[in-house]
C-alpha cells in the first residue's frame, strides 16, 4: 500500500477538482472513486495477509449511489463482529489516523446502549451470576435500540447528541447522556448493535470483523485479565457464553454486511489503507 501512496504523493498531472456541490461533479466523484477501490482490492489481493476477505457484489455500485444522490446526508459507518474480534483496536486506529490527517470523523460505541441492569447485579450478586442465572446479555432487548436509532438518525442530519455510557466495571450502571458526538461528516459505530433491527438500515456501509477462534480466545482472555479484573477461570466461562451468543445473534448477520475484513491483519497496513483513501479524495489539482 506504501507503493501506491507513493505513486499518488508524488504524481505530477492531477485531475481538476470536481464540483460537488452539483450532480455532475458527484458523478465524477463516484467514478473515481469507483476505480481508485479496486485498485486497492487488487493491491490487497496480493498482500502478505489481506484485510479485505470479502466484498458483496452490490457494495460498490450503492456506495458510489449514495454519494450521488443524498449528499446532505452525513455517512454512517457501522463495524460489527463477535466480542474479541479487534473491532475496538480498529476503532482506535480510525481514530488516530483520521486525526492526524484532521478527518472529520467522529466514532462511537454501541455497547453503551445496553440497558442498565444493576438492579440485577445486585440481586443476583455479581454480573457472572446473573449470565450463570440464565442472563441473555446480548439479546437485542436488552439494548437501548430505540434510543440507539435516535442518535444515529440525528447525526446522520447533522445534529450533535449526547449519548449514555455504560459502565464496563462490572456495575452494570448506566450514565445517560453523559458522552458528547459531533455530527462530523463521518460517523462510525463499533459494536454488535450495529446489526441489530431497523438500527442496520442506517448505515452506509456494513463492516464486519472476521477473526480466527484461536486467536479470539487469547485476546478475550488477555482483554479479561487486564482491563477487566476477571480471573482466567471466569473469562473463559464468559467466553463460552460469548461464543453461544454469537451464533445466535452475531454469525447469522454475517452474510449481510457489505464488507468482511480480517480481524488479524496488520494494523499498520490497516492505517495506510485510510491514508490512502484520504489521499485519492484530497490529491487534486486547484489550477486549470
Known amino acids: 500500500m506504501n507503493i501506491l501512496l507513493e505513486k499518488e504523493t508524488h504524481k505530477t498531472e492531477k485531475i481538476m477538482k470536481p464540483d460537488f456541490s452539483t450532480k455532475s461533479g458527484r458523478e465524477f466523484l463516484a467514478i473515481y472513486l469507483h476505480s481508485k477501490f479496486k485498485q486497492i482490492l487488487d493491491y490487497d489481493k496480493h498482500s502478505e495477509t489481506p484485510i479485505f476477505k470479502s466484498i458483496h457484489p452490490d457494495f460498490i455500485n ?46 462511537l460505541s454501541a455497547d453503551n446502549y445496553f440497558k442498565d441492569i444493576s438492579g440485577l447485579i445486585k440481586e443476583h450478586g455479581s454480573f457472572d451470576k446473573l449470565l450463570e442465572a440464565g442472563y441473555d446479555v446480548d439479546s437485542p432487548d436488552n439494548f437501548d435500540m430505540e434510543q440507539l436509532f435516535i442518535d444515529l438518525d440525528m ?31 463521518i460517523i462510525v459505530v463499533e459494536g454488535m448493535a450495529t446489526m441489530y ?91 486549470k
Not at 272 to 284: L, V
Request: glycine fraction near 4%.
Open 155 to 185: 447525526l446522520s442530519k447533522g445534529i450533535d447528541v449526547k449519548i449514555p455510557q455504560y459502565l464496563v466495571n462490572g456495575t452494570g450502571i448506566v450514565v445517560p447522556n453523559a458522552i458528547p458526538k459531533k455530527a462530523e461528516k
Open 62 to 107: 450503492k456506495f458510489t449511489k449514495r454519494i450521488i444522490n443524498n449528499p446532505q446526508k452525513h455517512f454512517l459507518i457501522g463495524i460489527s463482529g463477535e466480542s474479541a474480534s479487534g473491532k475496538t483496536t480498529i476503532c482506535n486506529t480510525i481514530k488516530q489516523v483520521t486525526e492526524n490527517l484532521n478527518m472529520p470523523v467522529e466514532i
Open 197 to 287: 433491527g431497523k438500527v442496520a438500515d442506517l448505515f452506509d456501509v456494513k463492516l464486519y470483523v472476521d477473526i480466527d477462534p484461536d486467536i479470539q480466545e487469547k485476546w478475550f482472555i488477555y482483554r479479561a485479565q487486564t482491563s477487566r479484573n476477571q480471573n482466567e477461570e471466569n473469562a473463559r466461562k464468559q467466553l463460552a457464553y460469548v461464543r453461544q451468543a454469537s451464533k445466535k445473534y452475531i454469525l447469522p448477520k454475517k452474510d449481510f454486511s457489505d464488507i468482511i475484513i480480517n480481524g488479524a491483519s496488520s494494523l499498520d497496513y490497516f492505517a495506510q489503507i485510510i491514508n490512502y483513501i484520504y489521499k485519492i479524495t484530497n490529491n487534486y489539482s486547484t489550477t
